[in-house]
Protein backbone atom coordinates (compact mmCIF):
# COMPACT_ATOMS: atom_id res chain seq x y z
CA UNK A 1 0.00 0.00 0.00
CA UNK A 2 1.42 2.84 -1.04
CA UNK A 3 0.76 5.55 1.28
CA UNK A 4 -0.45 9.23 0.42
CA UNK A 5 1.27 10.63 2.72
CA UNK A 6 0.34 14.53 3.11
CA UNK A 7 1.16 14.47 6.68
CA UNK A 8 -2.41 15.96 8.11
CA UNK A 9 -5.24 15.84 5.47
CA UNK A 10 -7.46 17.74 6.39
CA UNK A 11 -9.50 16.82 3.62
CA UNK A 12 -9.01 13.47 3.90
CA UNK A 13 -13.01 13.12 4.62
CA UNK A 14 -15.06 11.89 2.32
CA UNK A 15 -18.40 13.20 1.42
CA UNK A 16 -21.61 13.28 2.12
CA UNK A 17 -24.22 15.96 0.22
CA UNK A 18 -25.94 13.02 -0.35
CA UNK A 19 -26.47 11.70 3.17
CA UNK A 20 -28.68 15.11 3.42
CA UNK A 21 -30.98 12.89 1.82
CA UNK A 22 -31.23 10.46 4.29
CA UNK A 23 -30.53 13.02 7.29
CA UNK A 24 -32.72 11.24 9.84
CA UNK A 25 -31.10 8.13 9.45
CA UNK A 26 -27.57 9.45 8.19
CA UNK A 27 -26.73 11.44 11.06
CA UNK A 28 -29.37 11.18 13.28
CA UNK A 29 -28.49 14.22 16.31
CA UNK A 30 -29.12 14.08 19.84
CA UNK A 31 -31.86 16.75 21.03
CA UNK A 32 -29.03 17.94 23.21
CA UNK A 33 -26.66 18.25 20.53
CA UNK A 34 -29.51 19.88 17.83
CA UNK A 35 -30.29 23.01 20.39
CA UNK A 36 -28.14 25.80 20.05
CA UNK A 37 -26.35 26.78 23.08
CA UNK A 38 -27.79 30.34 24.07
CA UNK A 39 -29.52 33.22 22.41
CA UNK A 40 -30.86 33.33 19.58
CA UNK A 41 -30.78 30.30 16.95
CA UNK A 42 -28.04 31.00 14.14
CA UNK A 43 -28.54 32.14 10.78
CA UNK A 44 -27.43 31.22 7.52
CA UNK A 45 -25.15 34.08 7.17
CA UNK A 46 -23.84 33.22 10.28
CA UNK A 47 -23.17 29.12 9.04
CA UNK A 48 -21.52 30.79 5.61
CA UNK A 49 -19.55 32.64 7.59
CA UNK A 50 -18.39 29.66 9.56
CA UNK A 51 -17.55 27.52 7.15
CA UNK A 52 -15.68 29.99 5.20
CA UNK A 53 -13.57 30.87 8.30
CA UNK A 54 -13.02 27.71 9.16
CA UNK A 55 -11.95 26.50 5.59
CA UNK A 56 -8.87 29.36 5.25
CA UNK A 57 -7.78 28.11 8.30
CA UNK A 58 -7.86 24.66 8.36
CA UNK A 59 -5.85 25.46 4.86
CA UNK A 60 -3.58 27.58 6.21
CA UNK A 61 -2.58 24.69 8.77
CA UNK A 62 -2.68 21.89 6.87
CA UNK A 63 0.04 23.97 4.28
CA UNK A 64 2.14 24.81 7.35
CA UNK A 65 1.89 20.81 8.91
CA UNK A 66 2.82 19.47 5.27
CA UNK A 67 5.96 21.91 4.63
CA UNK A 68 7.10 20.82 8.62
CA UNK A 69 5.85 17.34 7.53
CA UNK A 70 8.21 17.98 4.07
CA UNK A 71 11.53 18.61 5.91
CA UNK A 72 10.79 16.05 8.63
CA UNK A 73 10.17 13.05 6.09
CA UNK A 74 13.73 14.01 3.76
CA UNK A 75 15.75 15.49 7.18
CA UNK A 76 15.09 13.20 10.72
CA UNK A 77 16.22 14.93 13.38
CA UNK A 78 15.07 15.28 16.92
CA UNK A 79 14.21 19.03 16.34
CA UNK A 80 11.95 18.05 12.81
CA UNK A 81 10.20 15.23 14.52
CA UNK A 82 8.69 17.89 16.84
CA UNK A 83 8.07 20.57 14.79
CA UNK A 84 6.08 18.72 12.41
CA UNK A 85 4.37 16.85 15.37
CA UNK A 86 3.42 20.92 16.68
CA UNK A 87 2.83 21.36 12.91
CA UNK A 88 0.10 18.07 13.22
CA UNK A 89 -1.54 18.80 16.31
CA UNK A 90 -2.58 22.22 15.47
CA UNK A 91 -4.16 21.35 12.77
CA UNK A 92 -5.92 18.32 14.19
CA UNK A 93 -6.93 20.67 17.08
CA UNK A 94 -8.53 22.69 15.01
CA UNK A 95 -10.37 20.39 13.04
CA UNK A 96 -11.58 18.82 16.05
CA UNK A 97 -12.68 22.36 17.50
CA UNK A 98 -14.79 23.05 14.28
CA UNK A 99 -16.36 19.90 13.87
CA UNK A 100 -17.65 20.64 17.25
CA UNK A 101 -18.91 23.92 16.24
CA UNK A 102 -20.70 22.79 13.30
CA UNK A 103 -22.96 20.67 15.26
CA UNK A 104 -24.75 24.20 16.16
CA UNK A 105 -25.60 24.39 12.79
CA UNK A 106 -27.44 21.53 12.19
CA UNK A 107 -30.55 22.65 11.80
CA UNK A 108 -30.71 24.99 9.16
CA UNK A 109 -31.32 24.85 6.01
CA UNK A 110 -27.69 25.49 3.52
CA UNK A 111 -27.84 26.37 0.19
CA UNK A 112 -25.99 23.23 -0.91
CA UNK A 113 -22.63 23.89 -0.82
CA UNK A 114 -22.66 25.01 2.51
CA UNK A 115 -23.63 22.59 4.10
CA UNK A 116 -21.40 19.85 1.97
CA UNK A 117 -18.74 21.55 4.03
CA UNK A 118 -20.20 22.02 7.04
CA UNK A 119 -20.67 17.89 7.14
CA UNK A 120 -17.07 17.67 5.71
CA UNK A 121 -16.30 19.31 8.72
CA UNK A 122 -17.76 16.64 11.13
CA UNK A 123 -16.55 14.02 9.05
CA UNK A 124 -13.24 14.80 8.92
CA UNK A 125 -12.41 13.16 12.22
CA UNK A 126 -11.24 9.82 12.65
CA UNK A 127 -11.58 9.85 15.85
CA UNK A 128 -13.96 12.14 17.55
CA UNK A 129 -12.65 13.05 21.50
CA UNK A 130 -15.37 13.57 24.23
CA UNK A 131 -15.75 17.01 25.51
CA UNK A 132 -14.89 16.43 29.00
CA UNK A 133 -11.71 17.72 29.03
CA UNK A 134 -10.26 14.96 31.26
CA UNK A 135 -11.51 12.60 29.19
CA UNK A 136 -10.03 13.85 25.69
CA UNK A 137 -7.01 14.17 27.20
CA UNK A 138 -7.31 10.08 28.06
CA UNK A 139 -8.37 8.97 25.21
CA UNK A 140 -5.62 11.13 22.78
CA UNK A 141 -3.23 9.64 25.46
CA UNK A 142 -4.50 6.19 24.72
CA UNK A 143 -4.24 6.08 20.88
CA UNK A 144 -0.67 7.83 21.70
CA UNK A 145 0.25 4.99 23.80
CA UNK A 146 -1.16 2.12 21.40
CA UNK A 147 0.64 3.58 18.42
CA UNK A 148 3.68 3.38 20.33
CA UNK A 149 3.60 0.18 21.30
CA UNK A 150 3.21 -0.73 18.15
CA UNK A 151 5.96 1.15 16.60
CA UNK A 152 8.27 0.06 19.24
CA UNK A 153 7.13 -3.69 18.98
CA UNK A 154 9.54 -6.52 19.21
CA UNK A 155 9.76 -10.34 19.25
CA UNK A 156 13.13 -11.89 21.61
CA UNK A 157 13.58 -15.22 21.06
CA UNK A 158 16.23 -14.75 22.91
CA UNK A 159 17.71 -12.37 25.24
CA UNK A 160 20.58 -10.91 23.30
CA UNK A 161 18.12 -11.18 20.03
CA UNK A 162 15.56 -9.13 19.26
CA UNK A 163 13.62 -8.61 16.22
CA UNK A 164 11.86 -5.63 15.36
CA UNK A 165 8.60 -5.58 12.32
CA UNK A 166 11.20 -5.07 9.38
CA UNK A 167 13.27 -8.48 10.52
CA UNK A 168 10.52 -10.14 10.87
CA UNK A 169 8.61 -9.24 7.83
CA UNK A 170 11.57 -10.43 5.56
CA UNK A 171 11.65 -14.10 7.49
CA UNK A 172 7.94 -14.17 6.73
CA UNK A 173 8.44 -13.15 3.00
CA UNK A 174 11.71 -15.43 2.47
CA UNK A 175 12.18 -18.18 4.98
CA UNK A 176 10.25 -21.67 4.37
CA UNK A 177 10.93 -23.46 7.31
CA UNK A 178 7.35 -23.74 8.66
CA UNK A 179 8.38 -23.71 12.55
CA UNK A 180 10.52 -20.48 11.85
CA UNK A 181 7.46 -18.86 10.40
CA UNK A 182 5.17 -20.29 13.22
CA UNK A 183 8.06 -18.91 15.45
CA UNK A 184 8.51 -14.97 14.61
CA UNK A 185 4.28 -15.51 13.53
CA UNK A 186 3.55 -15.73 17.23
CA UNK A 187 5.87 -13.43 18.37
CA UNK A 188 4.85 -10.47 16.72
CA UNK A 189 1.60 -11.69 17.76
CA UNK A 190 2.81 -11.14 21.53
CA UNK A 191 3.82 -6.86 21.19
CA UNK A 192 -0.42 -6.28 21.09
CA UNK A 193 -1.32 -8.35 24.11
CA UNK A 194 -0.77 -4.89 26.70
CA UNK A 195 -2.84 -3.26 24.34
CA UNK A 196 -6.11 -5.23 25.12
CA UNK A 197 -7.60 -2.85 28.09
CA UNK A 198 -6.57 -0.05 26.80
CA UNK A 199 -8.09 -0.36 23.15
CA UNK A 200 -11.40 -1.54 25.08
CA UNK A 201 -11.17 1.91 27.11
CA UNK A 202 -10.26 3.29 23.85
CA UNK A 203 -13.54 2.37 22.29
CA UNK A 204 -15.46 3.77 25.27
CA UNK A 205 -14.24 7.31 24.94
CA UNK A 206 -14.03 7.30 21.49
CA UNK A 207 -17.53 6.27 21.11
CA UNK A 208 -18.29 8.86 23.48
CA UNK A 209 -17.17 11.70 21.28
CA UNK A 210 -18.64 10.23 18.15
CA UNK A 211 -22.03 10.62 20.16
CA UNK A 212 -21.57 13.90 20.52
CA UNK A 213 -21.17 14.70 17.23
CA UNK A 214 -24.24 13.29 16.43
CA UNK A 215 -23.81 9.26 15.53
CA UNK A 216 -24.41 6.29 16.62
CA UNK A 217 -21.21 5.18 17.76
CA UNK A 218 -17.39 5.60 15.98
CA UNK A 219 -17.84 2.76 13.39
CA UNK A 220 -21.11 4.51 12.09
CA UNK A 221 -19.40 7.67 11.93
CA UNK A 222 -16.72 6.11 9.66
CA UNK A 223 -19.27 4.71 7.62
CA UNK A 224 -21.00 8.25 7.10
CA UNK A 225 -18.19 9.08 5.26
CA UNK A 226 -19.52 7.73 2.32
CA UNK A 227 -22.75 9.28 0.81
CA UNK A 228 -25.06 7.23 1.85
CA UNK A 229 -26.55 5.99 4.96
CA UNK A 230 -23.72 3.73 7.41
CA UNK A 231 -26.13 1.25 7.32
CA UNK A 232 -26.63 0.80 3.27
CA UNK A 233 -22.92 1.43 2.99
CA UNK A 234 -21.79 -1.89 5.32
CA UNK A 235 -24.69 -3.51 2.69
CA UNK A 236 -22.74 -2.36 -0.40
CA UNK A 237 -19.37 -3.51 1.01
CA UNK A 238 -21.49 -6.98 1.44
CA UNK A 239 -22.96 -6.98 -1.97
CA UNK A 240 -19.16 -6.12 -3.34
CA UNK A 241 -17.69 -9.62 -1.51
CA UNK A 242 -20.39 -11.54 -2.61
CA UNK A 243 -19.32 -10.51 -6.45
CA UNK A 244 -15.60 -11.45 -5.38
CA UNK A 245 -16.32 -14.44 -3.57
CA UNK A 246 -16.19 -16.95 -6.58
CA UNK A 247 -12.93 -15.42 -7.63
CA UNK A 248 -11.04 -16.00 -4.51
CA UNK A 249 -12.35 -19.27 -3.69
CA UNK A 250 -10.62 -20.40 -6.85
CA UNK A 251 -7.59 -19.00 -5.99
CA UNK A 252 -7.72 -19.74 -2.48
CA UNK A 253 -8.09 -23.68 -3.52
CA UNK A 254 -5.19 -23.39 -5.83
CA UNK A 255 -2.53 -21.99 -3.42
CA UNK A 256 -3.90 -24.37 -0.58
CA UNK A 257 -3.57 -27.19 -2.43
CA UNK A 258 0.21 -25.67 -4.21
CA UNK A 259 1.14 -24.93 -0.14
CA UNK A 260 0.05 -28.22 0.46
CA UNK A 261 2.57 -29.91 -1.67
CA UNK A 262 5.23 -28.39 0.11
CA UNK A 263 4.45 -28.50 3.62
CA UNK A 264 2.12 -31.49 3.71
CA UNK A 265 -0.73 -32.46 6.58
CA UNK A 266 -0.16 -29.12 8.04
CA UNK A 267 -2.35 -27.88 5.63
CA UNK A 268 -5.07 -29.31 5.43
CA UNK A 269 -6.97 -30.36 2.26
CA UNK A 270 -10.32 -29.10 2.79
CA UNK A 271 -9.74 -26.42 5.64
CA UNK A 272 -8.38 -22.86 6.34
CA UNK A 273 -4.85 -22.16 5.06
CA UNK A 274 -2.60 -22.06 8.19
CA UNK A 275 -1.92 -17.88 8.95
CA UNK A 276 2.02 -18.23 8.81
CA UNK A 277 2.29 -20.03 5.53
CA UNK A 278 1.27 -17.16 3.18
CA UNK A 279 4.45 -15.39 2.81
CA UNK A 280 3.18 -12.11 4.50
CA UNK A 281 2.12 -11.26 8.77
CA UNK A 282 -1.37 -10.56 8.13
CA UNK A 283 -1.64 -13.27 5.17
CA UNK A 284 -3.38 -9.92 3.10
CA UNK A 285 -0.55 -10.32 -0.01
CA UNK A 286 0.73 -13.61 -1.04
CA UNK A 287 2.80 -12.58 -3.49
CA UNK A 288 6.15 -13.59 -1.65
CA UNK A 289 4.57 -17.79 -2.30
CA UNK A 290 5.02 -16.90 -6.02
CA UNK A 291 7.61 -19.21 -6.46
CA UNK A 292 5.96 -22.18 -4.32
CA UNK A 293 2.52 -21.82 -6.59
CA UNK A 294 3.98 -20.55 -10.03
CA UNK A 295 3.17 -23.24 -12.97
CA UNK A 296 6.50 -23.92 -15.24
CA UNK A 297 4.82 -21.58 -17.84
CA UNK A 298 5.04 -18.71 -15.49
CA UNK A 299 8.04 -16.78 -17.31
CA UNK A 300 7.08 -13.86 -19.30
CA UNK A 301 10.42 -13.98 -21.22
CA UNK A 302 10.82 -10.10 -20.12
CA UNK A 303 12.73 -8.77 -17.12
CA UNK A 304 12.08 -5.13 -16.76
CA UNK A 305 14.82 -4.85 -13.78
CA UNK A 306 17.48 -5.79 -16.26
CA UNK A 307 16.25 -3.85 -18.80
CA UNK A 308 16.29 -0.42 -16.91
CA UNK A 309 19.66 -1.66 -15.66
CA UNK A 310 21.01 -2.22 -18.78
CA UNK A 311 20.01 1.00 -20.61
CA UNK A 312 21.43 2.97 -17.57
CA UNK A 313 18.58 4.51 -16.67
CA UNK A 314 18.90 6.85 -13.78
CA UNK A 315 16.23 7.88 -10.86
CA UNK A 316 15.00 11.26 -12.69
CA UNK A 317 14.91 9.44 -16.14
CA UNK A 318 12.08 6.90 -13.97
CA UNK A 319 10.20 9.39 -13.06
CA UNK A 320 10.18 11.15 -16.57
CA UNK A 321 9.03 7.93 -18.37
CA UNK A 322 5.72 8.74 -15.69
CA UNK A 323 4.93 12.02 -16.49
CA UNK A 324 5.34 11.32 -20.03
CA UNK A 325 2.40 8.61 -19.26
CA UNK A 326 0.13 11.18 -18.02
CA UNK A 327 1.42 13.84 -20.72
CA UNK A 328 0.53 11.42 -23.44
CA UNK A 329 -3.21 11.00 -22.06
CA UNK A 330 -3.73 15.14 -22.58
CA UNK A 331 -2.37 16.45 -19.31
CA UNK A 332 0.12 19.02 -18.62
CA UNK A 333 3.44 18.37 -17.89
CA UNK A 334 4.92 18.54 -14.24
CA UNK A 335 5.98 22.21 -12.94
CA UNK A 336 9.24 22.73 -12.81
CA UNK A 337 9.50 23.11 -9.07
CA UNK A 338 8.64 19.27 -9.06
CA UNK A 339 11.64 18.46 -10.35
CA UNK A 340 13.66 20.93 -8.34
CA UNK A 341 11.89 20.27 -4.32
CA UNK A 342 11.00 16.13 -4.94
CA UNK A 343 13.63 13.82 -3.41
CA UNK A 344 14.16 10.48 -5.66
CA UNK A 345 16.96 9.25 -4.59
CA UNK A 346 18.29 7.93 -0.90
CA UNK A 347 20.67 10.83 0.52
CA UNK A 348 23.58 9.64 1.21
CA UNK A 349 24.17 12.08 4.58
CA UNK A 350 21.09 12.03 6.72
CA UNK A 351 18.32 9.70 7.94
CA UNK A 352 15.17 10.11 5.50
CA UNK A 353 11.47 8.22 5.43
CA UNK A 354 11.98 6.35 1.97
CA UNK A 355 8.42 4.98 2.32
CA UNK A 356 7.23 6.31 -1.21
CA UNK A 357 4.95 8.99 -0.84
CA UNK A 358 3.24 12.21 -3.37
CA UNK A 359 2.48 15.59 -1.93
CA UNK A 360 0.93 18.60 -2.72
CA UNK A 361 2.52 20.59 -0.04
CA UNK A 362 0.58 24.16 -0.79
CA UNK A 363 -2.51 22.75 -1.90
CA UNK A 364 -2.33 24.47 -5.29
CA UNK A 365 0.56 23.39 -7.64
CA UNK A 366 4.28 22.09 -5.49
CA UNK A 367 3.37 19.14 -6.00
CA UNK A 368 6.25 16.33 -5.12
CA UNK A 369 7.18 12.76 -4.90
CA UNK A 370 9.80 11.47 -2.00
CA UNK A 371 10.73 8.17 -3.00
CA UNK A 372 14.49 6.32 -2.65
CA UNK A 373 14.26 5.11 -5.92
CA UNK A 374 16.34 2.11 -7.25
CA UNK A 375 16.57 0.76 -11.23
CA UNK A 376 13.61 -2.18 -10.36
CA UNK A 377 10.73 -2.99 -11.84
CA UNK A 378 8.56 -2.53 -8.40
CA UNK A 379 10.09 1.04 -8.10
CA UNK A 380 8.70 2.12 -12.30
CA UNK A 381 5.54 1.01 -11.17
CA UNK A 382 5.21 3.07 -8.20
CA UNK A 383 6.64 6.04 -9.63
CA UNK A 384 3.44 5.99 -12.26
CA UNK A 385 1.16 5.54 -9.18
CA UNK A 386 2.65 8.20 -7.44
CA UNK A 387 2.68 10.12 -10.11
CA UNK A 388 -1.20 9.50 -10.13
CA UNK A 389 -2.08 11.22 -7.01
CA UNK A 390 -0.19 14.66 -7.90
CA UNK A 391 -2.25 14.94 -11.04
CA UNK A 392 -5.02 14.21 -9.06
CA UNK A 393 -3.72 17.00 -6.17
CA UNK A 394 -3.54 19.19 -9.56
CA UNK A 395 -6.83 18.34 -11.68
CA UNK A 396 -8.79 19.41 -8.16
CA UNK A 397 -6.58 22.73 -7.27
CA UNK A 398 -9.54 25.05 -8.41
CA UNK A 399 -12.05 23.99 -5.79
CA UNK A 400 -12.59 25.36 -2.34
CA UNK A 401 -10.24 24.19 -0.01
CA UNK A 402 -12.38 21.57 1.76
CA UNK A 403 -13.00 20.17 -1.75
CA UNK A 404 -9.81 19.11 -2.45
CA UNK A 405 -9.71 15.52 -1.83
CA UNK A 406 -10.28 12.41 -3.40
CA UNK A 407 -13.89 11.65 -4.44
CA UNK A 408 -14.19 9.10 -1.28
CA UNK A 409 -11.03 8.15 0.63
CA UNK A 410 -10.49 4.86 -1.94
CA UNK A 411 -10.49 7.15 -5.14
CA UNK A 412 -6.95 8.35 -4.32
CA UNK A 413 -4.96 5.47 -3.94
CA UNK A 414 -7.44 3.85 -6.91
CA UNK A 415 -6.28 6.09 -9.29
CA UNK A 416 -2.65 5.25 -8.77
CA UNK A 417 -3.25 1.83 -9.21
CA UNK A 418 -5.50 1.98 -12.31
CA UNK A 419 -2.54 4.02 -13.54
CA UNK A 420 -0.04 1.51 -12.96
CA UNK A 421 -2.11 -1.64 -14.28
CA UNK A 422 -1.52 0.26 -17.65
CA UNK A 423 1.84 -1.04 -17.57
CA UNK A 424 1.52 -3.72 -19.85
CA UNK A 425 4.09 -5.07 -21.85
CA UNK A 426 2.53 -3.63 -25.02
CA UNK A 427 3.56 -0.28 -22.93
CA UNK A 428 6.85 -1.57 -22.52
CA UNK A 429 6.79 -1.72 -26.38
CA UNK A 430 5.77 1.49 -27.31
CA UNK A 431 8.43 2.78 -24.95
CA UNK A 432 10.82 1.01 -26.54
CA UNK A 433 11.87 -1.26 -23.45
CA UNK A 434 10.64 -4.01 -25.47
CA UNK A 435 11.14 -5.28 -29.00
CA UNK A 436 8.02 -7.06 -29.29
CA UNK A 437 5.60 -8.16 -26.81
CA UNK A 438 5.30 -11.54 -25.12
CA UNK A 439 2.54 -14.33 -26.27
CA UNK A 440 0.07 -13.81 -24.71
CA UNK A 441 0.57 -17.51 -22.99
CA UNK A 442 2.85 -16.53 -20.90
CA UNK A 443 0.37 -14.21 -19.28
CA UNK A 444 -0.83 -16.61 -16.75
CA UNK A 445 2.36 -16.47 -14.80
CA UNK A 446 1.66 -12.68 -14.47
CA UNK A 447 -2.12 -12.81 -13.97
CA UNK A 448 -1.46 -14.94 -11.01
CA UNK A 449 1.41 -12.91 -9.60
CA UNK A 450 -1.47 -10.18 -9.81
CA UNK A 451 -3.96 -12.16 -8.21
CA UNK A 452 -1.44 -12.93 -5.06
CA UNK A 453 -1.11 -9.68 -4.70
CA UNK A 454 -4.49 -7.91 -5.33
CA UNK A 455 -6.57 -10.53 -4.92
CA UNK A 456 -5.85 -12.40 -1.68
CA UNK A 457 -6.00 -8.46 -0.14
CA UNK A 458 -9.72 -8.35 -0.43
CA UNK A 459 -11.22 -9.97 1.96
CA UNK A 460 -8.60 -9.18 4.40
CA UNK A 461 -9.14 -5.48 3.08
CA UNK A 462 -12.61 -6.21 4.13
CA UNK A 463 -12.62 -7.43 7.67
CA UNK A 464 -9.95 -4.86 9.64
CA UNK A 465 -13.08 -2.79 9.50
CA UNK A 466 -16.14 -5.54 9.90
CA UNK A 467 -14.15 -6.41 13.21
CA UNK A 468 -14.12 -2.63 14.45
CA UNK A 469 -17.69 -2.05 13.00
CA UNK A 470 -18.49 -4.83 15.33
CA UNK A 471 -16.56 -3.50 17.93
CA UNK A 472 -17.67 0.23 17.90
CA UNK A 473 -21.30 -1.17 17.82
CA UNK A 474 -20.74 -2.83 20.69
CA UNK A 475 -21.97 -6.40 18.58
CA UNK A 476 -18.93 -8.02 19.76
CA UNK A 477 -18.19 -7.38 23.07
CA UNK A 478 -14.44 -7.29 24.81
CA UNK A 479 -14.70 -10.89 26.37
CA UNK A 480 -14.72 -12.03 22.69
CA UNK A 481 -12.50 -9.65 20.88
CA UNK A 482 -9.89 -12.27 19.83
CA UNK A 483 -12.34 -14.84 19.19
CA UNK A 484 -14.54 -12.44 16.74
CA UNK A 485 -11.49 -11.45 14.94
CA UNK A 486 -10.61 -15.31 14.05
CA UNK A 487 -14.28 -16.03 13.07
CA UNK A 488 -13.83 -13.27 10.68
CA UNK A 489 -10.50 -14.22 9.23
CA UNK A 490 -11.79 -17.47 8.86
CA UNK A 491 -15.15 -16.61 7.72
CA UNK A 492 -13.72 -14.15 5.03
CA UNK A 493 -9.89 -15.11 4.25
CA UNK A 494 -10.31 -18.66 4.79
CA UNK A 495 -7.20 -18.81 7.03
CA UNK A 496 -6.76 -20.23 10.56
CA UNK A 497 -4.03 -19.35 13.36
CA UNK A 498 -1.98 -22.91 13.88
CA UNK A 499 -1.67 -22.48 17.34
CA UNK A 500 -4.66 -22.24 19.68
CA UNK A 501 -5.82 -18.20 20.67
CA UNK A 502 -7.49 -17.31 23.33
CA UNK A 503 -8.87 -14.60 24.92
CA UNK A 504 -5.74 -13.08 26.93
CA UNK A 505 -4.57 -12.10 23.31
CA UNK A 506 -5.33 -9.53 20.79
CA UNK A 507 -4.06 -10.03 17.50
CA UNK A 508 -6.13 -7.07 15.89
CA UNK A 509 -3.95 -5.22 17.83
CA UNK A 510 -0.72 -7.15 15.74
CA UNK A 511 -2.06 -5.31 12.50
CA UNK A 512 -0.65 -1.13 12.60
CA UNK A 513 -4.14 0.34 11.65
CA UNK A 514 -5.84 -1.01 14.63
CA UNK A 515 -3.97 0.60 17.34
CA UNK A 516 -3.01 3.60 15.02
CA UNK A 517 -7.04 3.96 14.18
CA UNK A 518 -6.78 4.01 10.87
CA UNK A 519 -9.78 3.05 8.89
CA UNK A 520 -9.46 0.05 6.60
CA UNK A 521 -12.19 0.32 4.26
CA UNK A 522 -10.71 2.66 1.65
CA UNK A 523 -8.00 0.07 0.88
CA UNK A 524 -11.09 -2.65 -0.39
CA UNK A 525 -12.31 -0.16 -2.16
CA UNK A 526 -9.47 1.40 -3.73
CA UNK A 527 -8.91 -2.01 -4.94
CA UNK A 528 -12.04 -2.86 -6.56
CA UNK A 529 -12.33 1.26 -8.41
CA UNK A 530 -8.74 0.82 -9.71
CA UNK A 531 -10.18 -2.12 -12.34
CA UNK A 532 -13.35 -0.78 -12.51
CA UNK A 533 -11.87 2.64 -13.64
CA UNK A 534 -9.10 0.52 -15.87
CA UNK A 535 -12.13 -0.69 -17.66
CA UNK A 536 -14.10 1.96 -18.58
CA UNK A 537 -10.61 4.00 -19.85
CA UNK A 538 -9.27 1.35 -21.60
CA UNK A 539 -13.01 0.90 -23.05
CA UNK A 540 -12.41 4.53 -23.89
CA UNK A 541 -8.84 4.35 -25.16
CA UNK A 542 -10.07 1.64 -27.61
CA UNK A 543 -9.04 -1.17 -26.66
CA UNK A 544 -10.79 -4.47 -27.42
CA UNK A 545 -7.90 -7.58 -26.23
CA UNK A 546 -8.14 -8.52 -22.57
CA UNK A 547 -8.21 -6.08 -20.68
CA UNK A 548 -4.80 -7.25 -18.36
CA UNK A 549 -3.01 -6.52 -22.00
CA UNK A 550 -5.23 -3.12 -22.34
CA UNK A 551 -3.29 0.41 -21.84
CA UNK A 552 -4.55 3.47 -21.93
CA UNK A 553 -0.77 5.07 -22.95
CA UNK A 554 -1.13 7.74 -25.18
CA UNK A 555 -5.06 7.75 -25.19
CA UNK A 556 -6.33 11.20 -25.15
CA UNK A 557 -9.64 9.85 -24.90
CA UNK A 558 -8.98 8.30 -21.89
CA UNK A 559 -7.31 10.96 -20.35
CA UNK A 560 -10.10 13.01 -21.05
CA UNK A 561 -12.91 10.77 -19.01
CA UNK A 562 -9.94 10.32 -16.51
CA UNK A 563 -9.79 14.20 -16.01
CA UNK A 564 -13.62 15.02 -15.96
CA UNK A 565 -13.41 13.10 -12.72
CA UNK A 566 -10.09 13.84 -11.16
CA UNK A 567 -11.55 17.62 -10.95
CA UNK A 568 -14.32 17.49 -9.67
CA UNK A 569 -12.13 16.38 -6.39
CA UNK A 570 -14.76 15.89 -3.82
CA UNK A 571 -17.25 18.56 -4.72
CA UNK A 572 -19.76 16.15 -5.41
CA UNK A 573 -20.87 12.75 -3.96
CA UNK A 574 -18.88 10.05 -5.35
CA UNK A 575 -21.17 8.13 -7.11
CA UNK A 576 -21.12 11.63 -9.46
CA UNK A 577 -17.41 10.88 -10.17
CA UNK A 578 -17.67 7.59 -10.50
CA UNK A 579 -20.06 8.06 -13.52
CA UNK A 580 -18.12 10.82 -15.02
CA UNK A 581 -15.27 7.97 -15.48
CA UNK A 582 -16.93 4.90 -16.29
CA UNK A 583 -20.90 5.77 -16.53
CA UNK A 584 -21.87 3.73 -13.32
CA UNK A 585 -23.39 4.80 -10.32
CA UNK A 586 -22.74 1.98 -8.45
CA UNK A 587 -19.03 0.24 -7.31
CA UNK A 588 -18.49 -2.94 -9.47
CA UNK A 589 -16.54 -5.93 -8.83
CA UNK A 590 -17.30 -7.48 -12.34
CA UNK A 591 -14.72 -5.63 -13.68
CA UNK A 592 -11.89 -7.45 -11.22
CA UNK A 593 -13.87 -10.66 -13.25
CA UNK A 594 -13.15 -9.09 -16.19
CA UNK A 595 -9.52 -8.86 -15.63
CA UNK A 596 -8.60 -12.04 -14.02
CA UNK A 597 -11.10 -13.95 -16.02
CA UNK A 598 -8.12 -15.66 -17.87
CA UNK A 599 -6.47 -16.99 -14.90
CA UNK A 600 -10.32 -18.14 -13.41
CA UNK A 601 -10.47 -20.26 -16.40
CA UNK A 602 -7.00 -21.37 -15.83
CA UNK A 603 -7.40 -21.89 -12.12
CA UNK A 604 -10.70 -23.85 -12.36
CA UNK A 605 -8.92 -26.33 -14.95
CA UNK A 606 -5.93 -27.06 -11.68
CA UNK A 607 -8.54 -27.15 -9.44
CA UNK A 608 -10.84 -30.20 -11.02
CA UNK A 609 -11.39 -32.51 -8.46
CA UNK A 610 -9.60 -30.63 -5.87
CA UNK A 611 -11.51 -29.51 -3.03
CA UNK A 612 -12.84 -25.66 -2.38
CA UNK A 613 -13.73 -23.75 0.42
CA UNK A 614 -12.84 -24.44 4.10
ZN1 LIG B 1 -0.73 5.80 -3.06
Request: aromatic share 10%; proline share 6%; net charge neutral.
Amino acid sequence: MKAIDRRFRFALLSAVARALLFSSTAIALPEKAAAAPRGKPPTVAEAKAFVDGAEAKLMELAVEASRAGWVQSTYITDDTEILAAKANERAINAGVEYAKKAVRYDNLKLPLDVARKMLLLKLGLTLAAPSDPREAEEVTRLAAAMEGEYGKGKYCPRKDKCLDLQDITKIMAESRDAAQLLDVWRGWHTISVPMRPEYQRFVELANKGARELGFADSGAMWRSKYDMPPDAFAKEVDRLWEQLKPLYLSLHAYVRWKLREKYGDMVPANGPIPAHLLGNMWAQDWSNVFDLVKPPEADPGFDLTKILKAKNIDAKEMVRYGERFFTSLGFEPLPPTFWDRSLFVKPRDREVVCHASAWDVDNVNDLRIKMCIEPTAEDFTTIHHELGHNFYQRAYNTKPGLFRDSANDGFHEAVGDTIALSITPEYLVKIGFLDRAPDPSKDIGLLLSRALEKLAFLPFGLIVDQWRWKVFSGEVAPANYNQAWWDLRTRYQGIAPAVARSENDFDPGAKYHVPANVPYTRYFLAAILQFQFHRALAQAAGCTGPLHRCSIYGSKEAGKKLDTMLQMGLSRPWPDALEAISGQREMDATAIRDYFAPLQKWLDEQNKGKPMGW
